[in-house]
């Protein structure tokens, strides 16, 4: 089955330091993966996707992520972390099935905490 | 363009008593959703609907309907709200066409709770 794997539940950085938050999935079919954000008390935002094009997507407020297939692995990054990046942030991989309206499947969350 | 609008913002209910959760999109989207998340569970679907007329039971339907009332509505129910329904409720909605599993977007949600 699928499944989406988060490692790390909390994160925690200081401000101007690198962000990675860690994403592994299992498909049995190339995969469609998305990471989105949610900040307190609202939706979910769609940072990035990966749609088999260029395995290095880059997405919304400077966030970045590359698919590795031989890791599994779809994690995001940001060179230098800003205090308004604290929030929660989801990894999702489509269905792995043929046609239209695949569902997504969801990580539990990573929370991001910047520390001044 | 509103995107993904959900009433009520909140909601306190007694137990037994019934709701309806209201969810609406101007986005033209075949398919809709709804989640509830809880603290350490992430997001966890409740139904869907593939398109105007069909809805499908996600992982955690018990206790819960849902009507697809045209292509831009999908309400969810609660008909006698137990405690454990307290949770905040998102609805989603995308384009799904094309064989494209399109990107879903989310409206700000629902935060109920039952007492």
């Known amino acids: 089955a699928q499944s989406v794997t988060q490692l790390g539940s909390h994160v925690s950085v200081s401000e101007g330091a690198l962000v990675l938050l860690r994403c592994n999935y299992s498909?049995?079919?190339?995969?469609?993966l998305f990471w989105y954000v949610q900040y307190p008390n609202q939706g979910l935002q769609l940072l990035l996707k990966?749609?088999?094009?260029a395995t290095l997507v880059k997405g919304i407020n400077g966030f970045e992520a590359e698919f590795k297939k031989s890791e599994t692995s779809f994690h995001l990054t940001k060179p230098s972390a800003h205090m308004s990046d604290a929030a929660e942030y989801f990894c999702?991989?489509?269905?792995?099935?043929?046609?239209?309206?695949?569902?997504?499947?969801w990580g539990l969350g990573t929370s991001l905490a910047v520390n001044p | 363009n509103a995107g993904v609008t959900q009433t009520p913002k909140f909601q306190v209910l007694k137990t037994g008593q019934s709701m309806t959760l209201q969810c609406a999109q101007d986005?033209?989207?075949?398919?809709m959703y709804w989640y509830r998340q809880d603290p350490g569970m992430g997001l966890r679907l409740i139904y869907y609907?593939?398109?105007?007329?069909?809805?499908d039971k996600g992982e955690v339907p018990n206790g819960y309907n849902v009507s697809r009332l045209n292509k831009r509505e999908f309400s969810l129910r609660l008909e006698s709200a137990a405690p454990s329904q307290t949770s905040v409720y998102f609805c989603?909605?995308?384009?799904?066409?094309?064989?494209?599993?399109?990107?879903?977007?989310f409206g700000p949600g629902t935060r109920l709770t039952v007492t």
């Open positions: 989603a909605s995308s384009d799904g066409t094309g064989g494209v599993p399109y990107e879903q977007y």
């Open positions: 986005m033209n989207h075949n398919s």
């Open positions: 609907s593939a398109s105007e007329g069909t809805t």
């Open positions: 498909s049995s079919v190339p995969p469609y």
């Open positions: 990966y749609t088999s094009a």
């Open positions: 999702a991989v489509s269905e792995a099935r043929a046609g239209n309206n695949r569902k997504l499947i």
